[in-house]
């Protein structure tokens, strides 16, 4: 079995080998965590190897993981690379003729499956013939069942397992598919090692820190910062029950370290702020002064300015107060949070940072196995994606892309060379298809993507995120995506807060059901429309909504208006509500006709 540190199952048994017996991962079970020690962890990756081995894999074989994230997940994925094969993750959400043309581009040979919905789905593709030749349930690769008296890895003979190096592939990620086909992008070990590696050094990852895993391990996000980065390190990850038991989750594992994306923060801190609303001795008012004068010190810091005893003070009350039982919702020992995927809101940022926990954000996509830059802890300027990871160069072409070269940029995408060519230019520079630019202290901030860009029917360039980052700040509102291409206006949809709207109906009598009665309800539309208006006072006048409608159902991954990291597919909502989009301009038209 190939040892050598420079591929991904390599770094993680050299980390076994040197802490055998601290916790490599960790299992929910009731109202506890089962620890697997790395030697255990290491055992049970062995004996997948060994019966994948024995299945007939060999080197160069594709293996797909279907499965939601479990700890068999990460030990199919480290033995499945120790025999030279080569990994696709599968979104356990994925459409079936999505999976079908997955499991077919990438010549598949075996599907691993993590449940018997999964197995079935995946026995029913084997059925139709092609590359597919058998279905293996995860469990059947599963943890050990007790710890053996020995205390390390079993030390498979290395003669019967290929020798493995930086340079094979390690693992072929297909693209969420929004406009067109799927694409596979080819990771080797090289590049995914050189981004643990830069991340490990910036953080300072060492064994006393982990990680609560609850993003789809089939997003390099996730895999790369919120495992591999943590076993490489001799770290901690812990699996959370699902994605609705985060907060008690975090509660129990008390991580060091939270690996996010921004729709799970936001609501993370509304659920924050309702226990510490609700709770003793700190009740709204008192909250609002706090962020107030916490805010203030924040801000009088950052500029280098000394802070007035009574603000010390009080600021050390209110922190004892207010911020200190967030800290307490968070676990406790939280010393950095890191947030990628998409743009975080400037302000959740910011209330994150005054309330004393360590805010970054990062910058990256999966052909950049992920990570480009990332914010540093202690010195990140909020509204930026923080300064490029060592070796690797970041610039912004003319036309305002943002162009990316180094060790962690991918092969190519696999089997559609004009589409790699488009992607990576003859000086190995990766066009990201991002806006951004640098500020003057060298960090990147994305403004947009080129290709979501709205361009009004009067020639101006809208980005729409900002404007649903704003939207989406109002406690009455969930979720906003706004239109307006060759269009005149902007227009939004927006999915209300349904919570949030029942309290505001209670408090007028006015009857919550049905919701959709309740959604027009003129004072329902009135509040909403005052939150638009809020919104709009910091837009230039052709990024201001000018009309908008409420949708009772939010997007979602079950009807393809969300990716599995909660991101909206902006071209399938369009797609889903053509016909409201269309009557929102039909009325802004007929009003203009009067």
């Keep these: 079995m190939s040892n050598t540190e420079e591929t991904i199952h390599g770094a993680v048994f050299a980390a076994a080998r040197r802490h055998p017996e601290r916790t490599a991962l960790m299992v929910r079970s009731g109202e506890s965590y089962a620890r697997v020690s790395y030697a255990e962890f290491v055992r049970a990756v062995e004996a997948a190897a060994a019966h994948l081995r024995s299945i007939g894999l060999e080197r160069g074989d594709v293996v797909g993981i279907l499965s939601q994230n479990r700890p068999e997940w990460i030990v199919a994925d480290l ?28 010549g598949m040979r075996v599907l691993l499956a993590g449940d018997a919905h999964l197995l079935a789905v995946a026995e029913s593709l084997a059925h139709e013939g092609g590359s597919l030749e058998a279905v293996v349930p995860l469990s059947a690769l599963g943890m050990p069942d007790a710890p053996r008296a020995d205390a390390g890895p079993s030390g498979a003979a290395p003669d019967r397992l290929p020798n493995v190096g930086p340079s094979d592939v390690a693992t072929i990620v297909y693209t969420s598919g929004t406009t067109g086909e799927p694409k596979g992008a080819v990771l080797t070990h ?15 990852i060492t064994p006393d820190d982990s990680a609560l895993s609850y993003l789809p391990l089939a997003h390099m996000f996730e895999r790369t910062c919120g495992h591999y980065v943590f076993l490489f390190a001799g770290g901690t990850v812990a699996y ?16 060091t370290v ?11 801190y509304e659920v924050a702020l309702a ?34 005893p009574w603000l010390a003070l009080r600021c050390g009350v209110y922190d004892a107060l207010v911020a200190s039982k967030f800290r307490k919702v968070a676990g406790g020992r939280l010393r950095l949070i890191v947030s990628g995927g ?3 809101d400037r302000r959740i940022g910011k209330i994150l940072h005054v309330l004393g926990l360590t805010i970054v954000e990062g910058y990256g996509l999966t052909e950049t196995s992920p990570v480009v830059c990332c914010g540093e802890a202690g010195a990140h300027r909020l509204g930026t994606v923080g ?3 060592q070796g690797v160069e970041v610039r912004i072409a003319a036309d305002g892309e943002i162009l990316v070269r180094g060790p962690n940029v991918m092969k190519g995408y696999l089997g559609k060379p004009e589409e790699t060519s488009r992607a990576l230019d003859p000086d190995g520079w990766f066009h990201t298809g991002d806006l951004g630019e640098f500020d003057d202290r060298g960090n990147l901030i994305v403004t947009g993507r080129s290709k979501e860009i709205i361009v009004t029917s009067y020639g101006k360039n809208v980005a729409p995120a900002p404007i649903e980052q704003r939207l989406a700040r109002s406690p009455y509102v969930s979720q906003a995506v706004v239109f307006g291409d060759s269009r005149k206006s902007i227009v939004a949809l927006i999915v209300p807060d349904r919570a949030a709207l029942a309290r505001f109906a209670e408090e007028r009598g006015i009857a919550a059901e049905p919701y959709e009665a309740l959604l027009a309800h003129p004072q329902i539309r009135a509040i909403i429309g005052e939150e638009v208006l809020t919104a709009n006072a910091e837009a230039a006048p052709y990024e201001r909504v000018v009309a908008f409608e409420l949708l009772a159902r939010p997007f979602s991954e079950g009807d393809g208006t969300l990716t599995p990291t909660l ?11 053509t016909d409201l989009i269309q009557a929102l301009y039909d009325r802004l038209e007929g009003r203009h006709a009067h």
């Design 190 to 204: 090289a590049n995914i090692v050189s981004n643990v590696r830069a991340l490990i050094r910036r953080y300072g």
């Design 387 to 389: 300064r490029p990871l």
């Design 258 to 268: 939270l690996i996010a994306v921004p729709r799970v923060l936001e609501r993370a």
């Design 567 to 577: 991101k909206v597919r902006r071209k399938a909502v369009e797609r889903t509500c």
């Design 342 to 344: 998409a743009p975080l």
């Design 240 to 255: 959370a029950q699902w994605l609705a038991t985060v907060a008690d989750d975090i509660r129990l594992v008390r991580p």
């Design 79 to 106: 033995a499945t690379l120790s025999l030279g094969c080569v990994v696709v993750p599968v979104y356990p959400t994925v459409p079936r003729e999505q999976l079908r043309y997955i499991v077919a581009d990438s």
């Design 275 to 308: 226990k510490v609303e609700g709770g003793p001795g700190a009740g709204r008012g008192v909250v609002r002064r706090a962020f107030a004068l916490l805010n203030e010190r924040a801000n009088r810091r950052y500029r280098g300015e000394r802070l007035p």
